[in-house]
């Protein structure tokens, strides 16, 4: 015996939700992969069995109800047939079940920043984005917003998506570290005869790990990219040379470093110098050229007293004997070094002391 059965000449889908009260809508239904729904027809008081298949495959429950779990995105049919107490079986009820596949929010790769510069995240995996915390982004809402690091550090930032109304299973994360600035230093400014050689020393202030040195020009080197090239200067003048210096993750530091070539080695002491604290000719100094050992620098005063003395070039007088700033006078200085080729060459002049 066969015959429609009245109890579900319509019928309806009722999802029930954690977020949601429960809500019914006609099919077709539209899901996220995933998501668990309840199917309704009738009401539990009708005493009925049913046959509930999807795509034709049986599924278990025999009630007015059943719930599937949709877990491979796609397009399904869902059917129900009513069998009543008498024996009487009910029409094929179908409807259209549309299964979403769930985004992957991919945040990209974690990534390395030199102190001070910017970068872009590389979000994809969806339509709509958004990414947390939202300091230091320009847009948290772009897949691929701008970041502006305020110091050195390592940050994390996730990233959730969405897509055609479904939204990520878990949020991505990315992690950014932003390296402390880095410093090279490429050697005190210095003096030079013609000709002779000078080993360049570039330094790494920080330990920072540089791995590779750049000269630029590279006129007078031997080699631009060595970390302490020689330099030889076949003319009078000066030259600058910039080194940039590398670390494995593409950090730079630059310096520079000047060098003046006269034409034979010598030792000059200027004529005068003003110790007032401005910052400008403040001590007495020595310019060896062409000196590759500082024997002595010596400064005396009018009563033949030693007033300062030193063998580090670097060094110089301030004009305090004693503890006692001196008062402006010509003091007598002496020094004696010996040259890159072993010759050992004495001076001595005067210097004045300017208040």
């Given amino acids: 015996m066969s015959r429609i059965i009245q109890h579900i000449s319509a019928w309806w889908l009722l999802l029930f939700s954690i977020q949601q009260a429960m809500a019914q809508v006609a099919m077709p239904d539209t899901v996220c992969m995933g998501t668990t729904r309840i199917y309704k027809v009738n009401d539990a008081s009708v005493p009925s069995s049913y046959t509930w298949k999807v795509d034709g495959v049986l599924q278990n429950s025999n009630r007015h109800e059943v719930s599937i779990t949709w877990t491979v995105p ?18 094929i009820r179908s409807g259209t079940v549309h299964v979403i596949p769930i985004p992957l929010a991919d945040a990209g790769p974690d990534a390395v920043l030199c102190y001070g510069n910017t970068m872009r995240l590389s979000g994809s995996g969806g339509e709509q984005y958004q990414w947390s915390p939202a300091a230091f982004l320009s847009n948290p809402g772009s897949p691929s917003p701008l970041v502006t690091l305020p110091a050195a550090g390592t940050y994390t930032y996730l990233l959730t998506v969405s897509a055609n109304g479904c939204r990520a299973v878990k949020p ?9 600035p880095v410093h090279v230093f490429a ?8 000709n002779q050689p000078l080993q360049l020393q570039a330094r790494d202030l920080d ?16 080699n631009a990219q060595l970390q302490s090239p020689l330099v030889i200067l076949n003319s009078l003048g000066s030259r600058t040379y910039l080194v940039t210096a590398r670390t494995a993750d593409g950090c730079e530091a630059r310096d520079d470093i000047r060098i003046t070539a006269f034409a034979r080695a010598d030792i000059y002491v200027p004529t005068a110098f003003t110790p007032n604290g401005d910052g400008l000719n403040d001590r007495a100094v020595v310019i060896p050229v062409g000196i590759k050992e ?15 003395f030193t063998k580090n070039p670097s060094e110089g007088w301030n004009g305090i004997y004693k503890g006692k700033a001196q008062d ?5 200085w002496e020094a004696k070094g010996v040259d890159y080729n072993g010759n050992v060459i004495y001076k001595k002049g005067t210097v004045t002391l300017i208040r």
Avoid: K
């Avoid at 050697?187 to 013609?194: H, I, K, L, M």
């Avoid at 330990?207 to 031997?222: C, I, M, R, V």
């Fill in 74 to 91: 796609g397009v399904y049919q869902l059917t129900v047939q009513e069998h009543a107490n008498n024996g009487c079986d009910g029409d």
């Fill in 172 to 180: 991505d994360t990315v992690r950014l570290t932003m390296r402390p």
């Fill in 207 to 222: 330990n920072s790990g540089f791995t590779s040195y750049q000269w630029t020009p590279s006129f007078g080197l031997d």
């Fill in 294 to 308: 500082l024997q002595f620098f010596s400064i005396f005063n009018r009563w033949g007293e030693l007033v300062f």
């Fill in 187 to 194: 050697g005190n400014d210095t003096s030079v005869a013609v």
């Fill in 328 to 332: 402006g006078n010509v003091f007598v």
